[in-house]
């Protein structure tokens, strides 16, 4: 088999990252390996993200910047959700672009590489490009391989994909499409593969993940139900999930926090604002008061449990009152920590069209204001931990030599000295200095904890 060199560059949220490892996972066989640059690249893909303005601008450069390198058997590919938004618009605007495929098709892969070979071998000109952007009926996850390649510690299962909810502002719902939960089984299984690759934690994704609707046996099997059962995996030390949305947080996924031991003390749960009438233009359906609710029902399960949110500000109609709502709703709950974005209209989402747009400058002053908050509650949770012991999972190799980084129960990145050979290893780490983005500590026990 002929070595291929392949480059992949991923934008947006994590299933993006889970997509394009799956794609590296489909290559491999045909004799692709990864490769750092695109330069000397025979395959490139952009794994392309539209949730915001900037996002999607950021692919065409990216474009521009590749397009030199691209030699007679270079194939280029733009994926993801830009491609699915406006892939005609990219074989347009960049018409050298040989293949453009949303996230629902990406298992066909090696057909639609085959035929761009063949229609570079006919030299057809520009226009030759190939889009497939379909919603097909069967699921990709039917066809993606059993093998995982380039793992390590912490890897991400998709569990869920779509969104039926359609929020205001949100292009999701026409990106991915429909929501849908893979069977119980199939998770089991990746997620048993995956702990042989000697993964220790995995982070459960959707786009709405705990709206999860699997069957068990004879029952339903929501997100709660579905970690208790992926628990009882050998070797799989913890679980994670993202994104969910507050309406469908329900007790069960709540009481997982408190019974399954794997289960982290961390929820990302956005609330996107703290106000009722901004909740209601947005199409959130839920209120301030619902999300408050969770989080006190959470607590009394998990107290310690770190929170963390998105938010939006300047949306349509979003008054000096709306955003102090999501100030004081913020001091309210003391979030871990939490990322906030000024809103950015996007084509064919109500909220571009609605009256009452914010200026961009009220727009920036608001979400420095609300990033100021937010940073001094991150270092606030962060200077918490100073003293205490917590197990630490050492998922990344430092800058420094001698150097591993790793993650506590609550999500903080955590610095420290070791030896290499704990990467990988769960460890006690006593915690001393706080930063805003992470902490330092030193590590307690050489061994393993949870052996
Ligand atoms: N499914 C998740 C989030 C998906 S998008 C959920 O329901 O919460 C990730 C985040 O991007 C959103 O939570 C929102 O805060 C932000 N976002 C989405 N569309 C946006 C837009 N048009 N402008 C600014 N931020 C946006
Ligand atoms: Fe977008 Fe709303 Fe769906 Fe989240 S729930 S993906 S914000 S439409
Ligand atoms: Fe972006 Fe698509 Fe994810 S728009 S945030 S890559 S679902």
Redesign the pocket.
Known sequence: MIEKRLYIKTYG?QMNMYDSGRMADILKPLGYSLIETPEGADLVILNTCH??EKADEKVYSDLGRIRPYKDDKMVLAVAGCVAQAEGAEIMRRAPYVDLVFGPQTYHRLPEMIARAHRSQDKKSGPGRGILDVEFPLESKFDHLPQEHTGVGPSAFLAIQEG?D?F?T????PYTRGAEYSRPVQAIYEEASRLVDCGVKEITLLG??VNAYHGVLGANECGLGKLMEHLSSIKGLERLRYM???PRDMDEELMIAHRDVPQVMPFLHL?I?SGSNQILETMNRKHTREHYLKIIEKLRTYRPDIALSS???VGFPGETDQDFEDTLNLVSEIGYAQA?S??????LG?P?AVMDNQVPEDVKSDRLERLQDLLNVQQQTFNELSVGKTLPVLLDRKGKKEGQLLGKTPYLQSVYVESSPRLFGECVNVTIEKAFANSVTGTILTQESVLK
């Open positions: 949220c949730i915001r969104c909810k929020c502002f949100c292009v999701v786009q709405n994104t969910s949305h956005p996107q998105d938010f939006i990322y974005f000024k809103y950015s209209p996007r989402t909220g």
